[in-house]
């Protein structure tokens, strides 16, 4: 049958993808490893949404982000007491509140409030770390030893624990418990963490509107779109410096826009680092490409080289531009591997795909 390869969050327990290397690696089935590891550079402005509150009056995100006019907009008339305070004021009570979902909830019950809420909301979700930078990577095959880990990647607590987990089985069966049982054992719900508001604060919310008799019906039927707006990320990726691959553990790094060459395309800076995340050949095939690991070198690939012992296997990543890559330590400096990378992974094309690799990129 052949040895099977899924990609792993060492430290969180998600994974992605699964099934022969030869198929999910030159399908671009790996692609989606790229969004959890990307840094956003701002978030999108919201879509107006006076009629949500019943308001008639227009109340632009412009609006909201500057001191409020002298002569009030309806909106902030219904605020009370609040309304002679200026937004600044407004928002850092915002920023005082602790969890996500009050502030939502505090967002909800004014249109004015919703703006600088929303604000406040998206700038939390910025700050929140996407849920696989600088996190441990690495593709686990099949057949992968608890005997054969690469070295430096795993603690000694954790070597410890993986051998006690096969002297366990061994009390009990014949298996031996590769390495990827052992990460199925021990991370059993392989859900991704994901930004925004989860499932059971939006739950509440709705519970909440729904329930309260004072609340008409009309706002009741529009509240999904309002609930959408504050618990969604609306990040954005554009930057006119160059998008990078940062391996974290190593100090190297893989230009994005190497891969743009390669597909003859110019460089879209609206997309950010999702410009080829379709295409079979992208960043995030060569991401996988070095991150394999496994004690059995089957892959389903043409390719001879020693990519089940992948260099940077269990390493730690992040997607970044140039003029946010992180200070280095101990001395070093970053080092542009973007061609010896590159390289290796036109060779795993060019293997399968002979010369007319290019066609199939």
């Known amino acids: 049958m052949g040895q099977y390869w899924i990609l792993r969050n060492l430290d969180n327990g998600s994974n992605l993808g699964g099934g022969k290397l030869g198929e999910c690696l030159i399908d671009g089935s790996f ?29 632009s995100w412009e609006k909201s ?37 009050d502030i ?5 019950t004014n249109i004015y409030l919703f703006y600088i809420g929303y604000e406040v ?25 608890i005997e054969d880990l690469p070295t430096g990647v795993f603690t000694q607590e954790e070597v410890d624990n993986m051998k006690q987990y096969q002297d366990n089985l061994a009390d009990s069966s014949s298996s031996i418990g590769s390495l990827d049982d052992y990460l199925r054992e021990i991370h059993p719900n392989h859900r991704r963490v994901e930004l925004g508001l989860d499932y059971d604060a939006r739950e509440r919310l709705m519970t909440e509107i729904f329930e309260d008799e004072r609340v008409s019906w009309e706002y009741r039927s529009r509240i999904h779109s309002a609930l959408f707006e504050l618990g ?18 190593k100090f190297q790094y893989v230009r994005f826009d190497a891969v743009r060459e390669l ?25 996988v490409s070095r991150i394999c690991w496994s004690w059995d070198s089957s892959t389903s690939l043409c390719y001879k080289g020693p990519i089940h012992h992948g260099v940077w296997a269990g390493d730690r990543f992040e997607v970044t ?36 690799w290019v066609e199939y990129l």
């Not at 009030?72 to 937004?87: N, S």
């Not at 080829?276 to 095939?285: I, K, L």
């Open 121 to 145: 909301l998206q700038q939390r979700y910025m700050a929140e770390k996407p849920s696989w930078v600088g996190d441990r990577l690495m593709c686990v095959g099949d057949y992968a030893r």
């Open 104 to 108: 939502a909830r505090f967002s909800l």
């Open 232 to 249: 969604s990320p609306r990040l954005l990726y554009k930057s006119e410096h160059p998008w990078v691959l940062c391996n974290l553990s």
């Open 65 to 101: 982000t500057k001191a409020p006019p002298k002569c009030l907009p309806p909106q902030k008339e219904k605020l009370g007491h609040l309304q002679v305070f200026p937004d600044e004021i407004i928002s850092h009570i915002f920023k005082s509140i602790e969890t996500k979902e």
């Open 263 to 287: 597909h003859g395309a110019k460089p879209k800076p609206a997309e950010g680092p999702f410009q080829f995340d379709r295409a079979c050949f992208s960043v995030g095939t060569l991401l």
């Open 31 to 59: 692609n989606d490893s790229i969004p959890p590891l990307a840094i956003p550079t701002g978030f999108k402005p919201p879509k107006d949404l006076p009629s949500l509150f019943n308001q008639t009056d227009h109340f």
């Open 321 to 356: 531009t140039t003029d946010r890559m992180r200070p280095t330590e101990g001395g070093k400096e970053w080092d542009d591997v973007t061609d010896e990378v590159l390289n290796e992974a036109i060779e795993i094309w060019k293997a399968d795909f002979g010369k007319n």
